[in-house]
């Protein structure tokens, strides 16, 4: 009989308390698994409804223009509260339904308008999208806690990826099988039971209540802002880190509405490939994931960060050189091991750099940072695109990437020189 400690994958001397989260956490995964196998059918869906290059880069920069202006105000809201844990199941549970509803509008909406009606519906999406994605982190890293996070997040997102990884091959043979549009509309509706997966599991993970900082009265909004500005100067480890992960972000936005492009109008792929080449990617990030949680162990997190940085970089010029759908599968597997760690790491090394009693307040900035980048990059890739080309494009991406590779290993940093204890 398996144990539920290692079912949960709990630190050796954790609490039932902490037991009942970290299998709540991996539960989660599999909701999230579940419903997030839509999400490399969405673009696709748009252009085959007949988006242009620029609606389709509209379905990255739209809710994230709006989340860039209030992704700060939401973490300074989440910063006030005692326990962030049931608007974390709430907004998700909002944000995910947006699945079902894009199935639900594409039914009702005229066909001339679907497209916009769809765009709408994500860019509504945003507020949830941006409360789930501060308070994600928050929960997780009180979750993990500090020498956790590797041990935690490797499970979660392993499970999340096989979930999902299966998913999405069942997703492609359903697309191609049944006839369009009503094949796309059934897969987001029927996707949503992840959601609902996630928002109970979620509700059940107990946290001790946060004791809010507290607010000086009588200061003027010009006082408040200078106050925020020097509390996130203060941490300069953190102001670094974000800074170089935001250019190796935008490298990775500006390919994001590129790859459907590719592979619809370059390569002409058909649905069942598509969804093979997305299960490849998030296959092989099981092994990513416990290929370099052992990794920072053993070498330590700069070697991990350095690696995945560099190895992902190459990725969509890889893809460019192609148009064999085999050879892209291959690509996106070699993608998937690089992505993997780079998941690890990244959220490893941010949640070093974040002071425990501002946690929500200096995530929302670095979600606030990652809407700028999601709001400019993609529609500069698209713009690309029309000028030299979807692969021109693809490859710019790629020396982006590198570029941010280059700053990461310019200056050895002093967090991350160490391995992470599970």
């Known amino acids: 009989m398996i144990r539920r400690p290692y079912l949960s994958a709990a630190p050796v001397g954790a609490t039932p308390t902490q037991r009942k989260n970290f299998l709540n956490v991996q539960i989660d995964a599999i909701g999230v698994g579940l419903v997030s196998a839509a999400s490399p059918f969405l673009p696709v869906f748009l252009t085959r409804l007949g988006a242009t290059n620029l609606q389709v880069g509209l379905l990255t920069a739209m809710p994230a223009f709006v989340g860039l202006f209030l992704a700060i105000v939401i973490g300074r809201f989440l910063q006030s509260r005692r326990n962030i844990v049931p608007w974390f199941s709430g907004a998700s549970l909002l944000y995910f339904s947006s699945y079902a509803l894009t199935g639900l509008v594409s039914l009702v909406v005229p066909r001339q308008y679907v497209v916009w009606a769809i765009l709408l519906t994500w860019a509504a999406a945003t507020l949830p999208q941006i409360m789930r994605a501060v308070a994600f982190s928050v929960v997780m890293n009180a979750v993990a806690g500090p020498r956790g996070r590797y041990a935690l997040m490797s499970r979660r997102w392993s499970v999340l990826g096989f979930t999902s990884a299966i998913t999405v091959t069942v997703v492609g043979q359903i697309l191609h099988r049944l006839s369009f549009p009503i094949n796309y509309q059934l897969v987001f509706i029927g996707l949503w039971v992840g959601g609902a ?226």
């Open 197 to 422: 997966i996630s928002y109970y599991y979620t509700r059940q993970i107990e946290l001790p209540d946060a004791e809010p900082q507290p607010r000086i009265a009588g200061l003027s909004l010009p006082q408040r802002f200078k106050g925020y500005v020097n509390l996130i100067r203060s941490e300069r480890a953190f102001v670094s880190f974000i800074a170089k992960r935001l250019v190796y972000v935008s490298g990775l936005t500006l390919a994001a509405p590129l790859f459907p492009l590719y592979y619809v109008r370059e390569v002409q792929a058909t649905d069942a490939w598509i969804g093979i080449i997305n299960t490849a990617q998030t296959a092989v990030m099981l092994v990513g994931y416990f290929l370099w949680a052992r990794q920072g162990r053993v070498r330590g997190s700069r070697f991990v960060l350095l690696w995945t940085t560099f190895g992902l970089s190459l990725y969509p010029a890889l893809v460019a050189s192609t148009h064999r759908v085999e050879f892209m599968a291959l690509f996106a597997g070699l993608a998937g091991i690089f992505q993997a760690g780079l998941d690890l790491v990244f959220f490893d090394e941010l949640m070093k750099t974040v002071p425990d009693q501002y946690s929500a307040t200096f995530v929302s900035l670095v979600q606030s940072l990652q809407y700028l980048s999601a709001v400019v990059a993609p529609l500069l890739g698209t713009l690309l695109a029309d000028h030299i080309g979807i692969g021109g494009a693809l490859v710019v991406s790629s020396m982006v990437r590198l570029f941010g590779f280059g700053l990461f290993a310019g200056k050895r940093q002093q967090i991350g020189s160490t391995g992470t204890a599970d």
